[in-house]
């Protein structure tokens, strides 16, 4: 059996340290991969979309606490941002979507709302999607720091209104 010679001395070690990347916070993960989304969707269709649309979608989505809702808030989230860009490329979603966030939407006609709020379900596979998409950009398991951020952008949102 060969031996290995190691070095554990203190300039080494410091210097593996330093050499490390600081990781990147859960606000710039959310914003790249919501980025990744609204430049993969603009390449492809006419109706522009942008970032700061999908940020409200995401933050809707986050935030609505139903009750029996499936998945974890991130997940839940991102599927809802998924469903937006669905609608925006006039593909068919659910009618109770249309009437969820048709103000965001640039394509979607004004649909007459009665005012009823049934709880939004997601298939498996729009979840599924979702995480992938949430692992792929690491955003999944930062949610204290997530909330504390989409609060932030509601609160900015709301005095610029």
């Given at each position: 059996m060969r031996s290995k010679n190691v070095d554990f001395s203190p300039e080494i070690r410091e210097s593996r340290i330093l050499l490390a990347p600081?990781?990147?916070p859960a606000s710039e993960r959310l914003h790249d991969a919501l980025a990744f989304l609204c430049e993969k969707h603009n390449s492809k269709h006419a109706i522009a979309i942008s970032v700061d649309q999908l940020l409200a979608v995401y933050t809707r989505g986050y935030f609505n606490n139903e009750e029996g809702a499936q998945g974890e808030r991130p997940h839940r989230a991102l599927a809802r941002t998924l469903l937006f860009?669905?609608?925006e490329e006039g593909k068919i979603v659910p009618y109770l979507y249309k009437k969820l966030d048709q103000d965001l939407s640039a394509t979607t006609p004004l649909i007459f709302d009665d005012g009823e709020r049934p709880?939004?379900?997601f298939t498996k596979e729009q979840l599924i999607e979702?995480?992938?998409l949430g692992?792929?950009?690491?955003i999944e398991h930062y949610e204290e720091e997530l909330s504390l951020y989409?609060?932030?952008c509601e609160a900015k949102t709301a005095s610029d209104a």
């Open positions: 600081e990781p990147q860009l669905k609608m709880a939004l379900r979702a995480c992938l692992r792929r950009f690491g989409l609060t932030t």
